[in-house]
């Protein structure tokens, strides 16, 4: 992956992660208000005595923590582990006021529970279950720790042992539930936003395709015209008896071709890398003589042993454009100029799928590369246009339902294996 997209993807969970904290701030806010209007209704309105100052410590450490929360979140990123500790003292908290103020008996025991539902949509599923672990030991442990709670007549009630031993194994079974069942559904949101990303990140490069084939499709139409005329007047002149009667004029105009023809091939390739890829000059023959025709075209240029492994049974008819053809040479030069010498070609069956592989001895691919496989313009070389091959191929085989994969090999080297359905080039039947 290239380093700005990690750059960004950490500053992203940074700025989710204080977003975060700031919202438990305001929750925690709550809960202070909320248990101080508690505290006041209790004591003095309905005339239960509690023992103000241990509870209203706790509520001190509370705000002590939003206060230290407020000058802090925005200098220093918000780790797993921050939100677990500030979670540990909400739950510290908690339990010190149910301690002083009824144990089990007392009914907000409950907001144990949104601790536990807290850290499944927070924290990582760890973190959550031990969350669970320590809610459950907590309310177990009021059971059998906490003083009696002195009500007035007519207030006051004893629970029983198996209730409150039902109690705990109702609080932990849906203390279970809840972190089972959230950290599922958080994980299903996780697993759609990337997939979504994906998606977006395909348009993304499609829209780029487009973008460079009108580019390449207007530098086609202005010169592609003048190319053909100078190529019209080349073969006149051929005829002319003054060139025709001098070798060395002869000579000098077939080189003049030459150029001419090279540069209407550099208008198919850059054609080709604007994204029309179908469709260009197809040929009907077999996979074969498709394959074996495309390593031999590419020894005869660059005069590098490069070697085409059959290992396939039959040799089914197929309708080969120069769009694959292209895609295939463009991963032998990408294996040259890696710095391979011992280039090969291999072509096997996968149930009703051709799978193609390039393999190499050289340099192999660099880190980002493989993280990045795809990305345009991504590559190691300097020279201007450089990377992309890969690009092409990936979106050459999308376009033929098919993928992309890169590796480095063990004993040196890389390798690139296509993967494309069989019935994408096949000739139809009735064509055949």
């Known amino acids: 992956m290239p380093a700005s997209d990690i750059i960004a993807g950490t500053g992203l969970r940074e700025d989710a992660g204080r977003r975060n904290v700031r919202l438990l701030a305001i929750l925690r806010w709550l ?8 505290i006041a209704l209790v004591h003095f309105l309905v ?6 100052v241990p509870m209203l410590g706790a509520i001190g450490v509370l705000v002590a923590l939003n206060l230290a929360i407020g000058q802090i979140v925005g200098r220093r990123p918000i780790t797993n582990g921050a939100l677990f500790a500030t979670l540990l003292v909400d739950v510290a908290c908690l339990t010190t006021q149910l301690y002083l103020s009824g144990g089990v008996g007392n009914p907000f025991v409950t907001l144990f529970l949104l601790q536990v539902v807290i850290a499944a949509l927070l924290l990582r599923d760890h973190a959550s279950w031990a969350m669970v672990a320590l809610t459950s030991g907590l309310f177990a442990w009021l059971a059998h720790f906490a003083p009696p709670f002195a009500l007035p007549p007519g207030w006051a009630s004893s629970l029983s042992t198996p209730y409150i031993a039902g109690s705990w194994f109702n609080f932990t079974l849906t203390a279970v539930l809840l972190a089972l069942f959230v950290t599922r559904i958080v994980r299903n949101v996780s697993e759609h936003d990337a997939r979504l990303a ?7 490069e499609e829209e780029h395709i487009v973008r460079m084939g009108l580019l390449a499709s207007g530098a086609a139409h ?6 053909s005329s100078i190529a019209v007047v080349l073969g006149d002149w051929r005829r002319e008896p003054a060139i025709a009667a001098s070798p060395t004029l002869l000579a000098e105009l077939e080189d003049m071709r030459t150029e001419v023809t ?6 198919s390739q850059i054609l080709l890398a604007s994204g029309e890829v179908r469709g260009n000059a ?3 023959t077999t996979l074969r003589t498709f394959l074996s025709g495309i390593v031999g075209d590419w020894r005869g240029k660059t005069q590098v042993a490069a ?4 290992l396939m049974t039959g040799d089914p008819r197929i309708v080969a454009d120069k769009a694959l053809a292209q895609t295939i040479t463009n991963l032998l030069d990408n294996a040259l100029e890696a710095g391979g010498r011992r280039i090969a070609l291999c072509a096997w069956w996968d149930g009703d799928r051709l799978v193609l592989s390039v393999r190499d001895d050289g340099r192999g691919f660099a880190p980002a590369i493989l993280d990045g496989l795809g990305k345009p313009y991504l590559s190691t070389k300097t020279r201007r246009g450089a990377g992309l ?7 050459v085989l999308r376009t033929l339902g098919g993928t992309v994969s890169a590796r480095n090999r063990s004993e040196g080297g890389g390798e690139v294996t296509l993967t494309l359905p069989i019935a994408a080039i096949s000739m139809p039947e009735d064509s055949a």
């Open 262 to 267: 090279r540069c209407k091939d550099i208008l």
């Open 47 to 52: 005339g239960v005595r509690l023992p103000l």
């Open 307 to 310: 070697a085409y492994e059959h």
């Open 389 to 395: 091959g890969l690009f092409l191929a990936v979106n």
């Open 198 to 204: 994906a998606l977006r990140q395909r348009a993304a």
């Open 222 to 227: 202005e010169l592609g015209t003048p190319l």
């Open 31 to 38: 809960a202070v208000g909320g248990q101080l209007a508690a």
């Open 282 to 284: 197809p040929v009907r």
